[in-house]
């Protein structure tokens, strides 16, 4: 059985500075990585996906995960923060099995602070 | 949100009233899920769905069944809701081949009273 977990419940950050959100993976076989957004009140919008090929993924708004498989992660990152960025984030892998089973981690809910 | 719809968007309920909540797509995918969402849990499977009439149990199935009779829409149904199943509840899709991704619905806010 695989499982996610996302080390951070809560991650607070000042405006235009750094961030990092964690992810961390068990399988014993090869997975396939996403990042899923959640702005308040919405639905999950998919973020980026590691799928095979480059180990470094970005999204179209900032945001980029490497996948390491010596340490089993996929940590999520951004240089510089925006008010706009507030979210909760989710991170999920999948074995590519039949029915395109995703397992998630807990979330991390990012707090962008002016 | 990729044409899923969910209706209803919110609903108050009684306890050990039945509940049916739907899901409508509109991009013809195989696969369809149900997941609920509750604080400190992310999200978890419910039940979920290869293709028309054939569905199976999720992680958290217990309370809960499921119908598809059309490739378009899949059917979450409470027999008899109970205070546990206060949550969020969303809809996802998936099919595109070797994609491997979810696309989630606007979710469905049920409190049962």
């Known amino acids: 059985a695989q499982s996610v977990t996302q080390l951070d419940s809560q991650v607070p950050v000042f405006e235009e500075a750094p961030v990092e959100l964690r992810c961390n993976y068990s399988s014993s076989v090869s997975v396939y990585l996403f990042w899923y957004v959640q702005y308040p009140n919405q639905g999950l919008q998919l973020l980026l996906k590691?799928?095979?090929?480059?180990?470094l993924v970005e999204s179209i708004n900032g945001f980029e995960a490497e996948f390491n498989k010596s340490q089993t992660s996929f940590h999520l990152r951004k240089p510089s923060v925006h008010i706009s960025d507030t979210a909760e984030y989710f991170c999920a892998v999948s074995q590519g099995n039949a029915g395109n089973m995703l397992t998630f981690g807990g979330g991390t809910r990012l707090m962008v602070k002016p | 949100d990729a044409g899923i719809t969910q209706s209803p968007r919110h609903k108050v309920t009684e306890t050990g009233t039945p509940v049916t909540l739907r899901c409508h797509q509109t991009?013809?995918?195989?696969?369809m899920y149900w997941y609920r969402q509750d604080p400190g849990h992310g999200l978890r499977l419910i039940h979920y769905?290869?293709?028309?009439?054939?569905?199976d149990k999720g992680e958290v199935s217990d309370g809960y069944s499921v119908s598809r009779s059309k490739t378009e829409d899949f059917l979450l149904t409470l027999e008899s809701a109970t205070s546990s199943q206060t949550s969020v509840y969303f809809c996802a899709i998936s099919g595109i081949p070797r994609s491997y991704e979810q696309y989630f619905g606007p979710g469905t806010r049920l409190t049962v009273t």
């Open positions: 769905s290869y293709g028309v009439k054939d569905t």
């Open positions: 991009e013809n995918h195989r696969y």
């Open positions: 590691y799928l095979s090929g480059s180990t």
